[in-house]
């Protein structure tokens, strides 16, 4: 696989985000805070940062970066790095410790809803939705510097004409 296309660096980019959710997965297990699932926010920071150092990565390696590599790389990251977290959960849920499972049932308002799959499907949503509103706020964020320095550009080559 080229290391300057998309898929390369989505899927490298997905790979981080996957093995820093575990990290904190298995932080938060050790420091028994498993059961907060209100930490789950944390996980924004991790989604973010995947996708920033994604599109960053592919920008150094690609002169001719455009809006849509970026895209493209950034929500290649947030799915397969979701999608690998939802797995996971799924085997964590059903065969590491099932227990936890018939924890979060007797805790959670809406726990008798829950099986392992629905709370893959809902890591999945959380996942991909963030990282696709991150994708979309770190492109818009490169697309202005990148701008700036496009007019600055411009106005020292129109200063030299002269």
């Known amino acids: ?24 997965f298995f932080i938060m297990s050790l420091l028994g805070l498993v059961h907060n699932l209100e930490l789950r926010a944390l996980n924004l920071f991790i989604m973010a ?34 999608l690998a977290f939802a797995l996971f959960n799924i085997l964590f849920l059903t065969v ?14 809406f726990g008798s809803y829950l099986t392992p ?3 893959a499907i809902v890591i999945l949503m959380e996942g991909v939705a963030s990282g696709f509103l991150f994708t979309f706020g770190i492109m818009q964020w490169f697309k202005r510097r990148e ?16």
Do not use: H, W
């Not at 390369?8 to 981080?16: M, R």
């Not at 940062?49 to 970026?70: A, C, E, Q």
């Not at 701008?147 to 002269?162: L, P, T």
């Open 147 to 162: 701008g700036n320095r496009k007019a600055v550009y411009k106005q020292e080559d129109s200063s030299e004409r002269k």
């Open 49 to 82: 940062g995947g996708v920033y150092f994604s599109i960053k990565n592919i920008k150094r390696r690609n002169k001719d970066f455009d809006y849509l590599k970026g895209m493209g790389t950034g929500f290649l990251a947030a799915i397969s790095s979701s």
């Open 96 to 109: 590491v410790n099932p227990d936890f499972m018939t924890e979060v049932i007797a805790e959670e308002p």
């Open 117 to 119: 799959f629905t709370v």
């Open 1 to 24: 696989m080229d290391k300057k296309s998309i898929e390369f660096n989505g899927l490298i980019g997905g790979l981080f985000i996957f093995i820093g959710l575990l990290i904190f």
